[in-house]
């Protein structure tokens, strides 16, 4: 996998890996699902592989989502409204949520 030098600066390059029970986790794992539908800008896309390849839960969590979302597309699917959309993607973030 290629390097590529991040243009934004960061103020900790050396952070250790998030804990579990805070908020990251659940910020990163609401851009997933956007992340899943090609809405991100390559820069968040870039981010949120960083903290996938530190955390084994992010992870395993996204695996199983696009599992889903590929097991969603192969139905002929019915028209979401955006409220639909939205309370799926309150689900997925409730569910992922840790306690
Ligand atoms: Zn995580």
Request: aromatic share 2%; hydrophobic share 30%; with cysteine.
């Amino acid at each position: 996998m290629e390097k590529r030098k991040a243009s934004r600066p960061r103020p900790k390059a050396t952070t250790p890996a998030h804990k579990h029970g805070k908020g990251r986790c659940v910020a990163i794992l609401r851009k997933l699902s956007a992340y899943l539908d090609d809405e991100l800008s390559g820069e968040i896309c870039s981010d949120l592989r960083r903290h996938l390849g530190t955390c084994p839960n992010c992870e395993e969590f996204l695996t199983s989502l696009r599992q889903t979302v590929t097991l969603c597309r192969h139905q002929p699917a019915p028209a979401l409204s955006s409220a639909e959309r939205a309370r799926m993607r309150a689900n997925i973030l409730r569910a992922a949520r840790p306690r």
